[in-house]
């Protein structure tokens, strides 16, 4: 019981990175229609910008700025002398173009840094775990990013729905010509919606700097998981990627977690294994078919 | 367009161009991408060993040739065919990976060519599939894995939790791991690319077994360590790990979390022998970052090379070159070395500790030979 | 004219051999055969992708299962017990090439049956997500190989012929080529690549004048399948070796760079993508150790500074415009 508490709880700290990469990178797919393979170079971007501060002042606080600040620069500048070029084109014009950043990123990324991971350290006072139940202690880091996840979360939906930036997003999530045709300046939203995906990447980005590998084509790693949770919650959806990602990411740990385990109580245990390891590493692509399947414009379209 | 032409035709000047003196040596190596680190290592340890020798190998003005093979096996493919047909080289190596070595290798040694591996063992060119044209020097891959088992039975522990990614290098160090350690080991396989490792760690310590092995290279390896030391594990449960998981990178990249383990390997930096001092100087005074073992791999390499060409003076007549590679008669940065039937080494393996280095970091620290003589479980299996 | 510059390339396509042992790069024939191969995939991707409007992004998974077939019918060849206890392996290319298109052709059914059931990014992400759950099957498949890939010893055999000798191997790929191209040419011209390329304009129009686009679709997404799996049958033969990175991802995105960039929906497209991509990844590797940042530069060039690409660039200067 304690174990499928905690593995919940992992399920959920992934479930709010999944979603603070899927939420950038929903709008601009919603809003601008760009299909942005750059997006985890802004991760990328975020963590080693993040990290390098952070080593060279000491203070893990210090490199949270620096994370948001270069991966939100980044986007802007991709916006202003890429994408922009590119809205009125072909889609695929934009994979390729978005492809080319791809490399250009993780080579320039080996010509500063070089090709080695990079260290990081966990912030002071979040080094160890607490103990939310008797028997069930959980690393303080952890507690932090789903903190800071499901904070997001609450801004981004206060944004959004409050906001008269989040009425121009609305809108252009669900019918961008129109915003167009009122005479709405689309550009200056487009660039906005851009940044603030960048920075939510880089945020994503330097938050899993302590966690994982700072490391060239880290965000490649992370990129397709984070499409799927953009199609299975609904282009352009904040509240699907939230939603998706969240589920996504409970399915996937608890998948690897119990689903070998379970089978061998009805077949041998080297077949348990092959079998539930092959459904657990297929376990989002099949989830999103089957939403896909069912509802093919994912959970929560924001029309048409 | 016209920079598009003018850099396909420049680069095809580079490639046609230098019609220089000097041996040329074919090295097809894994630079770009989250391994191109290891690539990298292997071969700035073979360059070091010729700026070591003055541009020379054995008295025989050498030179390099290195290409990325971006990971990719045609790619590795197609750089070897250059070297072979378009330059006509007779002896290349440098793969670091497993599966382009499978696209390459077979093509390099029906060429009659000779192909030395600083890193890639697999079982299929070690058993039965073995080719007198094809020498490892690093280790077969399973050995790796031998010795870890070998050292978590000697330090008394019953049960294991094994943990690897779920693909073949994966299943393969498991399978090493048990070879020695014996059966009660709790499987588990994560997933490629998998960098978070959270659900792991509970059944870690819901399994509570007496000692943790776990095989994750590079990047997915300080992930883990990390997140083994974040869970509360380091110091509870202990943990027994192979080389590709401990290496100095990996060191630098988790620090202190490290502190602890027991890790084994064949060559680590405090190696008491004239050769690896030397070699571990030469480094340090021209390159700011740690010292692996895949350079260490590389600089054998390079001076197995040199001891050959010192006796043949050139790759003229390849069986005897082949011979004297074969002889293994120079002096190795990890001590003693000699090939086995199957032409993959024979060699001491060794349980290091992880322990603080005073700056917060963590440095390996050797203790004692766990594995002598040993070699890998496919030799018996090697007609040739 | 067209007849012309169509016969003069194949002339160029038939002297390499020779015009790369004149020069001196005897291997620039292997990096000739891997263009033709690759373009083989490229334009089967282009016919759904350019011609049909839609934009898989799991092609790769077809040019991999084609070339397992051939990797798996040679292991039970050698091994000389059959598959399954009932299929015997087979090492004659004029079975394992059939066999390869016809299980490519096969799974491209059962995927297309199911994706086609989406449009437009549900799409890119449907036939992804199957092509992914391939990888990992491949990935885990032990018996042959698994990550590691599994090795064919030798090159198919084909009418006695020395398969070995690259020249041979060459040819024996041009005139594969040659078919394919023929046969898509007819595929493209037919009445029904008129239909096809209706249903990529409008849908609705083609539905309404009585073609139900979802049987033509899937039609086409299985022959497009068919040709990925020629293509990784030749690959396989080719490279003597067969593994899951024949059907990962970016193996996928790799045959959608050269078709962009050869031009989308353009017949030659493909083969021009095919050649530029694989010869600036060649030389700029054999250039520079940072030539991913190359690439990258040069690529975003190309993207931004033409239309339809490389085709289109032909376009333009041949003065046809569009």
Redesign the interface.
């Known amino acids: 019981m304690i174990?499928i508490l905690?593995?919940l709880l992992?399920?959920l700290?992934?479930g709010v990175?999944l979603f603070l990469l899927a939420a950038g990178l929903t709008l601009i797919?919603g809003i601008m229609g760009v299909?942005n393979l750059a997006h985890g170079s802004l991760y990328m971007v975020g963590a080693y910008a993040g990290t390098y501060v952070a080593t060279e002042t000491g203070s893990f606080w210090l490199g949270l700025p620096a994370a948001l600040g270069a991966a939100a620069l980044t986007g802007f500048a991709i916006e202003a002398l890429?994408v922009r070029?590119?809205y009125a084109?072909?889609?695929?014009?934009q994979?390729?173009?978005t492809?080319?950043?791809?490399?250009?990123f993780?080579?320039?990324i080996?010509?500063g840094f070089?090709?080695?991971?990079?260290?990081?350290?966990?912030p002071s006072g979040f080094?160890?775990?607490v103990e939310l139940l008797p028997g069930l202690?959980y690393?303080t880091?952890?507690l932090l990013i789903i903190a800071t996840g499901l904070s997001v979360a609450l801004g981004l939906y206060l944004l959004i729905n409050r906001t008269r930036i989040g009425m121009l997003v609305r809108a252009g999530a669900t019918n961008r010509d129109m915003v167009r045709a009122l005479g709405v300046d689309i550009r200056l939203l487009y660039t906005v919606v851009f940044g603030l995906g960048a920075l939510l990447a880089g945020l994503a980005g330097y938050m899993?700097g302590?966690?994982?590998?700072?490391?060239?084509?880290?965000g490649e790693?992370?990129l397709?998981a984070t499409?799927?949770v953009v199609?299975v919650g609904g282009?352009g959806s904040i509240k699907g990627a939230f939603v998706a990602g969240i589920v996504l990411g409970v399915v996937d740990?608890m998948l690897?977690?119990f689903l070998p385990g379970l089978l061998r109580l009805v077949m041998a245990p080297s077949d348990a294994?092959?079998i539930g390891?092959?459904v657990?590493?297929?376990g989002i692509?099949?989830l999103?078919?089957l939403v896909?399947?069912v509802r093919?414009?994912?959970l929560f379209a924001a029309g048409g | 367009m016209k920079k598009l032409l003018t850099a396909v035709g420049m680069a095809a000047l580079m490639a046609t161009g230098a019609l220089a003196e000097p041996l040329k040596i074919g090295v097809i190596t894994t630079?770009?991408?989250?391994a191109?680190?290891l690539g990298?290592d292997a071969r700035d340890g073979m360059l070091l060993a010729l700026e070591m020798g003055g541009g020379k190998l054995g008295g025989v003005e050498v030179e390099f040739v290195v290409e990325d093979d971006g990971l990719k096996p045609a790619n590795g493919r197609q750089i070897a065919e250059k070297y072979m047909q378009n330059d006509g080289i007779k002896l290349l190596t440098g793969i670091i990976f497993s599966n382009v070595a499978g696209a390459t290798v077979p093509d390099i040694v029906d060429n009659g060519a000779i192909y030395i591996s600083p890193n890639a063992g697999p079982s299929t060119f070690a058993g039965a599939g073995c080719n007198e044209n094809y020498f490892v020097v690093s280790w077969q891959n399973d050995a790796l894995h031998e010795a870890a088992g070998a050292a978590a039975k000697e330090l008394g522990y019953k049960t294991a939790v094994a943990l690897a990614p779920?693909y073949q290098a994966g299943k393969d160090a498991i399978a090493g791991f048990k070879r020695m350690f014996g059966s009660d080991v709790t499987?588990i396989?994560?997933?490629?690319?998998q960098?978070?490792f959270?659900?792991?760690m509970?059944?870690i310590r819901?399994a509570a077994p007496e000692v943790v092995f776990q095989f994750h290279p590079?990047?997915?390896g300080?992930?883990f360590l990390?997140?083994y030391q974040?869970?509360?594990l380091l110091g509870q449960i202990p943990m027994v790990l192979s080389e590709p998981s401990t290496d100095a990178?990996?060191l630098?990249?988790?620090?202190e979390a490290a502190i602890g383990i027991t890790a084994t390997a064949h060559w680590n930096r405090d190696f008491d022998n004239a050769a690896n001092a030397e070699f571990v100087a030469a480094w340090d005074a021209k390159y700011a970052?740690p010292i692996t073992y895949y350079a260490s791999q590389g600089y054998d390499t390079a001076r197995l090379i040199a001891s050959a060409l010192a006796n043949t003076g050139g790759l003229d007549d390849l069986d005897a070159f082949r011979e004297a590679v074969r002889a293994a008669d120079f002096e190795s940065v990890r001590g003693k070395f000699s090939f086995g039937q199957n032409q993959h080494p024979v060699h001491d393996w060794y349980v290091l500790n992880i322990v603080s280095d005073g700056n917060g970091g963590a440095k390996a620290v050797t203790d004692r030979v766990i594995l002598a003589d040993h070699g890998d479980s496919y030799a018996a299996d090697c007609k040739m | 004219m067209r007849l012309l510059v169509f016969a003069l390339g194949f002339g160029f396509l038939l002297a390499v051999p020779f015009l790369t042992q004149s020069i001196g790069q005897p291997a620039l024939l292997t990096l000739a055969s891997r263009i033709l191969i690759y373009a083989i995939a490229a334009a089967s991707l282009n016919f759904i992708?350019g011609y049909g409007g839609m934009?898989s992004f799991g092609h790769a998974a077809f040019f991999g299962i084609g070339a397992y077939t051939v990797g798996i019918l040679f292991a039970h060849h050698s091994s000389a017990e059959p598959l399954f206890g009932l299929i015997p392996g087979s090492n004659q290319m004029l079975i394992t090439l059939p066999a390869a298109v016809l299980v490519a052709g096969l799974f491209a059914g059962l995927i297309g049956a199911?994706s086609l059931?989406?449009?437009g990014?549900?799409f890119?992400?449907?036939t992804?997500?199957?092509a992914?759950?391939l990888f990992?099957?491949f990935v885990?498949l032990t018996p042959y190989g698994a990550e590691d890939g599994i090795i064919i010893r030798r090159t198919n055999e084909l009418f006695g012929l020395n398969m070995r000798d690259k020249t041979v191997l060459y040819y024996v790929i041009l005139a594969i080529a040659l078919v394919f191209f023929l046969a898509l040419w007819r595929v493209v011209n037919s009445s029904f690549g008129a239909v096809l390329k209706g249903m990529r304009q409008n849908e609705r129009r083609m539905a309404a004048i009585g073609f139900a686009p979802y049987r033509y679709k899937l039609f086409a997404f299985v022959l497009a399948g068919m040709g990925a799996g020629l293509a990784g049958a030749l690959m396989a033969n080719f490279l003597r070796f067969a593994s899951p990175d024949m059907m990962h991802?970016t193996k996928s995105?790799e045959l959608?760079?050269m078709?962009?960039?050869g031009g989308?929906g353009s017949f030659f497209g493909p083969i021009f993508g095919a050649a530029a991509f694989l010869i600036l990844e060649t030389f700029l590797a054999g250039w520079s150790e940072?030539w991913?940042?190359a690439?990258?530069?040069i690529?975003?060039v190309v993207?931004?500074g033409t239309?339809g690409g490389i085709s289109g660039l032909f376009d333009r200067f041949g003065g046809r415009g569009k």
């Open positions: 174990l905690e593995q992992n399920g700290q992934f990175m797919f299909i890429v070029r590119l084109r072909d889609h695929l014009d994979v390729l173009a492809f080319a950043l791809i490399l250009i993780n080579q320039l080996v010509l070089g090709r080695q991971p990079v260290f990081t350290a966990l080094g160890g775990s202690p690393p880091y952890r899993a302590p966690i994982s590998a700072v490391q060239v084509g880290m790693q992370i397709l499409f799927v199609v282009v740990t690897r977690a294994d092959a390891l092959g657990a590493s297929m692509y099949l999103m078919a896909l399947l093919p414009k994912g | 630079l770009s991408g989250p191109g680190y990298a779920n499987e396989y994560t997933q490629l690319d960098t978070d959270a659900s792991e509970a059944q819901s590079g990047g997915l300080i992930a990390k997140q974040q869970a509360g990178v990996v630098g990249a988790v620090g970052r | 992708l934009v199911l059931r989406t449009g990014v549900q890119i992400m449907i992804l997500a199957f992914q759950m990992f099957f885990s991802w995105g959608m760079i078709v962009i960039l989308v940072h991913p940042l690439l990258g530069l690529l975003l993207v931004m239309k």
